[in-house]
């Protein structure tokens, strides 16, 4: 099983964390502030209503900024405030289906918006690491089904990918420019597709899930056979934060790494993850195949290789892709009965850290 965040690291760490307000990053400020360290959040306010981040409240909050990451003069300020150890750079445009319908946006917020975090980060004096948080969409995916390592070729075949797998190139430049030298760790981390509770983002397929069988609908899929590296948001944010410890104390020499399912599993296909969402909340099948009809494209088979997090951090998911499936559909079950969203979180990662 793998290893959890040491909590002697992270107690009085100043972390300043962008997209803290999304669903993940939501999650993250939750679990580091229950780790003692001291959380400065910068991110844009939540696009959906409900939010995890609404539901949740300051939780996990030592201070917070509301605006665009692209907000040089802002976000300059905001990082001289919190004068941080480790930066976590979750904050993006994340879908890929309004990417095709914003591609300069999408590439503005992806690119630049990392490249001004990165420039307002090189004043800083006590900064010690800085882990980027792009995508398993990075790599130039030839739909193969095989299982991308680290060193593959970066691509993209939607404007979503390809602002991730350019953010990828701009941080490897600032690394090498200018953050080598002055001793500060700065890496990448390609996180597989995250489930779990209090994700409310349009055209995802768990909040698509949840949104339908609360508003009594037949779900529509667009692609029931594709397959992903499902993960629970738990399993990804432990990637994470054992990657930045190894990055802070310079134990690592990885710049890059994979964070998901083992490919020993057997993949589940986009259909029967929905169907056993829809049955661990009680539901009959209520989703339809609409493949045939005229979309935007997406990759059918996506999978990664994370042995190197294995080997490098002592990383691999606690959780099967079936035990994931099962915790989110519980969370927002328990949910939609009233049960508190925030207790919610905070059960499960006290059950993450314990072993269930």
């Not at 914003?102 to 918006?113: I, L």
């Not at 690592?252 to 964070?259: C, D, G, I, K």
């Not at 009680?282 to 059918?300: F, I, N, Q, V, Y």
Request: net charge negative.
């Amino acid at each position: 099983m793998s290893r959890l965040p040491d909590q002697l690291f992270w107690s009085g760490k100043r972390v300043f964390l962008t997209g803290h307000t999304g669903f993940k990053g939501t999650w993250a400020r939750i679990w580091l502030s229950r780790l003692g360290a001291e959380v400065t959040g910068y991110a844009l306010s939540p696009p959906t209503m409900p939010s995890l981040h609404g539901l949740a409240g300051s939780t996990g909050l030592t201070a917070e900024t509301i605006a665009d990451i692209r907000d040089g003069p802002t976000l300059t300020k905001a990082l001289g405030a919190c004068d941080p150890d480790i930066i976590l750079h979750m904050a993006a445009q994340p879908l890929v289906r309004r990417s095709y319908l914003e591609p300069v946006d999408t590439f503005d917020v992806n690119v630049m918006g990392t490249v001004r975090l990165l420039e307002a980060a090189r004043s800083l004096d006590a900064l010690k690491a800085i882990l980027v948080v792009t995508t398993d969409k990075v790599y130039s995916n030839d739909e193969s089904g095989r299982h991308f390592v680290e060193r593959d070729r970066l691509g993209g075949h939607d404007p979503y990918s390809g602002s991730k797998a350019a953010s990828e190139i701009a941080t490897a430049t600032y690394r090498d420019s200018f953050f080598r030298l002055k001793g500060v760790h700065v890496a990448t981390a390609r996180g597989g597709n995250v489930l779990g509770g209090g994700d409310f983002s349009e055209d995802r397929l768990v909040p698509d899930i949840v949104r339908a069988a609360i508003a009594g609908e037949i779900l529509d899929i667009r692609n029931p056979l594709a397959t992903r590296p499902w993960q629970h948001v738990l399993d990804c944010l432990n990637g994470y934060f054992l990657f930045c410890e190894a990055l802070y104390s310079g134990a690592v020499s990885a710049e890059s790494l994979n964070f998901g399912p083992s490919p020993d599993e057997a993949q589940i296909p986009v259909g029967l993850l929905a169907s056993s969402v829809q049955a661990a909340m009680g539901l009959g099948r209520t989703w339809r195949d609409t493949s045939a009809e005229d979309k935007p494209r997406e990759m059918h088979a996506l999978s990664l290789d994370p042995a190197e997090a294995n080997r490098c951090l002592s990383w691999r998911a606690r959780l099967t892709q079936a035990e994931a499936i099962d915790w989110a559909a519980r969370w927002y079950d328990q949910w939609r009965r009233d049960e508190n969203a925030l207790s919610l979180v905070v059960g499960q990662i006290d059950a993450f850290t314990k072993g269930f």
